[in-house]
């Protein structure tokens, strides 16, 4: 059981460029999303599924594209890569179950330089 | 929008103290309050989640309070260790999602 995991662990790219961040659960969680850390401003939400087929944008969806095709991915595409987007990129899951929202797992992160 | 704040940024105690790491939030309609341990470069691990309904959890040395009506959270940790040296984050998810809202994180260092 691998949990939540993420590639590349570092990258680096120049203004323009174009990437997709990956991200796989082996837990069969419904819910997935990709949050990036900036210092001195927390976690905030980029995008997030409630399962394949759904997608919907959180607080800071500009610049970044998602889909989800199966239960277990749910890639983060870069469209075209700017210095505003160095940070530290992290993928969670979680179960979505009328019982109850539950634990969120992360991933171990992928950070990118955008020069 | 939610607003987490988490107050001290950073905390010194010596090894053996029993501490307590704060969290306040501005939207009492909060579904579950969570709390995370991050390491330098690492991910976040989960320590203690509290559904709306509660009002405390216990995990070993871990008791993470919450009170909606005040908008506050707690993490006691007891019998400090150098191991626990950490960024420690506490995050609100809202009603209708599972989105959650982060504070910015206690720095502990526990000196031995």
């Known amino acids: 059981n691998a949990g939540v995991t993420q590639t590349p662990k570092f990258q680096v790219l120049k203004t323009g460029q174009s990437m997709t961040l990956q991200c796989a659960q082996d837990?069969?969680?419904?819910?997935m999303s990709w949050y990036r850390q900036d210092p001195g401003m927390g976690l905030r939400l980029i995008h997030y599924?409630?399962?394949?087929?759904?997608?919907d944008q959180g607080e800071v969806p500009n610049g970044y594209n998602v889909s989800r095709s199966t239960t277990e991915d749910f890639p983060l595409r870069l469209l075209s890569a700017a210095p505003s987007q160095t940070s530290v990129y992290f993928c969670a899951s979680s179960s979505w179950t009328s019982g109850g929202r539950g634990t969120q797992y992360f991933g171990p992160g992928t950070r990118l330089l955008v020069l | 929008k939610q607003e987490v704040t988490q107050i001290p940024a950073a905390l010194s105690v010596p090894e053996g103290e029993n501490l307590v790491l704060n969290c306040s939030f501005t939207?009492?309609?909060?579904?579950?309050l969570q709390w995370f341990r991050q390491d330098p470069g690492k991910g976040l691990t989960s320590l203690l989640l509290i559904q709306s309904s509660q009002r405390e959890q216990t995990s070993g040395r871990l008791n993470a309070s919450l009170d909606k009506s005040s908008g506050r959270s707690t993490l006691y940790i007891a019998a400090s260790q150098p191991g626990d040296s950490a960024t420690y984050l506490c995050?609100?998810?809202?009603?209708?999602?599972?989105?959650?809202?982060f504070g910015t994180g206690t720095r502990l260092t526990v000196i031995p």
């Open positions: 599924s409630v399962g394949a087929g759904i997608t």
């Open positions: 939207d009492s309609a909060i579904y579950n």
């Open positions: 837990m069969n969680h419904e819910y």
């Open positions: 995050a609100a998810s809202q009603t209708g999602a599972n989105n959650l809202f």
